[in-house]
C-alpha cells in the first residue's frame, strides 16, 4: 500500500536545494537581513512575472489584503463584498481595517457569482475582493464590468492563483491591486510567513511600502502609524529562486491534474472545471461528492489523505457572528462545504500515484459508494 500525504512540504525545495542553500549564505553573509537588496530584487523579479509596474513584499498574505484596503483609505462605514468559502483571511482582513464584510454566494465552480455580486453592492461598497479559489481564476470579466459599472474598486486575492490566467491574461492583473500569499502551503511558497501585493499603481505601491515599515519615510520620519510586517530578506532571496522554477511547478501539477481527468471521468462525483478560455493552476484538486465522508475515509484506511477545503463556510464561524448571517444564507457554498474534498496534487507526487488514488476513487463507487 502506498501512503500519500496531502501536503509534503520537506521535499518543496529539493530540486533546486544546492541553489537555495547557496543563497541563504549569501544573505547570511550579506548581514541584510530586513528589507534591502534581496527584497528589492524579488519584487522586481515577481512585478515582471506578471508585468506590472510594482510589487510590494509583506509579512503575509492576510497584511497583503490588509494594507490594500488601507491603501485606498477604506475603514468604518465602508463596505468590502468577498465570498463565504475563502480562506477566513481575507474576510478578517476587511474587518481589521474595521469596515463591513459582505458576502456573496459561489457558483457551482466554487467562484464567486456575478449575478450574486451584482445584487449586493450598495452605495456602501468600496470595494469587491474575488478569490482566484483552488487555483481557479474567478470570471473576472463580469466582476470587472460590475466593479467599472459602479466605480468599484477591485482587490485580487492571488494567494491561491499564482500563474493562473484568463484568454492569456494573469490573474493579478485585473484589479488595482492584487494579493498574494508565500505562505510555505502555497504554490509559490516561502520557507515560513510571507505576502505580496503587486499593482500597476505607484502610489499604491508608496502606500503599502509605508504601512510595512512602520510609517518610515526615512530612518527617523514617520509620516503615519504603521505596521512591522516586511517580507524578510531570507525569505526573499529563497523566493526569487523558487519563482524561477514557479512555471514548471505548474506544469506538473497540470500534468497530474490531467491524469485525475482521464481517470475520474464517468464517475458520479463533480470533477472541477477548465473552461478553454481558462489556465488553471491547481493549488487544489477539489471534487464534490455526495459520499464525500465515507470516500475519504475509505482513501484513508488505504494510505490516502485528502483535505477539506474548507469544512466551515466563514459566515458560520464563530468569529463572523455579527456579521449576521446564518445557516441558509449562502446555500450553494453551504452544500459544497459537505461535498468538497481535495485530493492530493502535490508537485512532488508523479502520474502513478495520481492513478493509484484514481483507481481507489473507482473501486469505492464500483463496490457501492
Ligand atoms: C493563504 C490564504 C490567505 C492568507 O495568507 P497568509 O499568508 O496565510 O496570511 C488569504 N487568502 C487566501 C485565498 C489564501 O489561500
Same mark, same amino acid.
Given at each position: 500500500m502506498r501512503h500519500i500525504s496531502a501536503v509534503n512540504l520537506s521535499t518543496s525545495a529539493i530540486d533546486y536545494e544546492d541553489n537555495i542553500i547557496d543563497t541563504i549564505v549569501q544573505v547570511l553573509k550579506s548581514g541584510k537581513f530586513i528589507l534591502g537588496q534581496y527584497v528589492e530584487q524579488f519584487e522586481n523579479n515577481f512585478a515582471r512575472y506578471h508585468r506590472q509596474d510594482y510589487a510590494v513584499g509583506v509579512g503575509s498574505g492576510t497584511d497583503a489584503l490588509v494594507f490594500s484596503l488601507k491603501a485606498l483609505d477604506i475603514g468604518p462605514g465602508d463596505e468590502v463584498i468577498t465570498v463565504p468559502n475563502s480562506f477566513i483571511a481575507t474576510v478578517a482582513a476587511i474587518e481589521h481595517v474595521g469596515a463591513k464584510a459582505i458576502l456573496v454566494d459561489v457558483n457551482d465552480d466554487q467562484n464567486m457569482d456575478p449575478q450574486c455580486l451584482e445584487k449586493t453592492i450598495s452605495k456602501k461598497t468600496r470595494a469587491i475582493i474575488p478569490v482566484h479559489l483552488n487555483g481557479k481564476p474567478a470570471p473576472m470579466d463580469k466582476i470587472m464590468q460590475i466593479a467599472n459599472a459602479n466605480d468599484i474598486d477591485v482587490i485580487e486575492d492571488c494567494s491561491q492563483a499564482i500563474g493562473a490566467s484568463i484568454h492569456g491574461l494573469s490573474v493579478g492583473?485585473?484589479? $488595482?491591486m492584487s494579493c498574494y500569499s508565500l505562505h510555505?502551503? !502555497?504554490?509559490?511558497?516561502?520557507f515560513g510567513d510571507g505576502g505580496i501585493v503587486i499593482t500597476n499603481r505607484k502610489e499604491c505601491a508608496d502606500k503599502i511600502k509605508l504601512l510595512r515599515n512602520?510609517?518610515?519615510?526615512?530612518?527617523?520620519?514617520?509620516v503615519q502609524w504603521g505596521y512591522n510586517s516586511r517580507l524578510d530578506s531570507l525569505q526573499a532571496a529563497i523566493l526569487s529562486i523558487k519563482l524561477e522554477h514557479i512555471d514548471e511547478l505548474i506544469h506538473k501539477k497540470r500534468d497530474l491534474a490531467k491524469v485525475y481527468f482521464e481517470e475520474l471521468s464517468g464517475l458520479p462525483i463533480r470533477l472541477p472545471i477548465e473552461s478553454n478560455d481558462e489556465y488553471c493552476v491547481w493549488y487544489t484538486f477539489v471534487i464534490q461528492t455526495v459520499s464525500r465522508e465515507e470516500l475519504r475515509d475509505y482513501l484513508k484506511i488505504n494510505g490516502v489523505e485528502a483535505l477539506v477545503?474548507?469544512? $466551515?463556510p466563514i459566515h458560520l464561524?464563530?468569529?463572523?457572528? !455579527?456579521?449576521?448571517?446564518?445557516?441558509?444564507?449562502f446555500p450553494v457554498c453551504e452544500a459544497q462545504a459537505g461535498r468538497i474534498l481535495s485530493l492530493p496534487i502535490r508537485a512532488d507526487l508523479n502520474k502513478d500515484d495520481i492513478r493509484y488514488i484514481s483507481k481507489l476513487i473507482r473501486c469505492f463507487f464500483e463496490s457501492g459508494g
Open positions: 492583473t485585473f484589479g $488595482i510555505p502551503l !502555497k504554490n509559490l511558497g516561502a512602520h510609517g518610515l519615510i526615512d530612518r527617523d520620519t514617520c477545503h474548507y469544512p $466551515i464561524q464563530l468569529a463572523a457572528k !455579527k456579521l449576521g448571517y446564518s445557516p441558509g444564507s
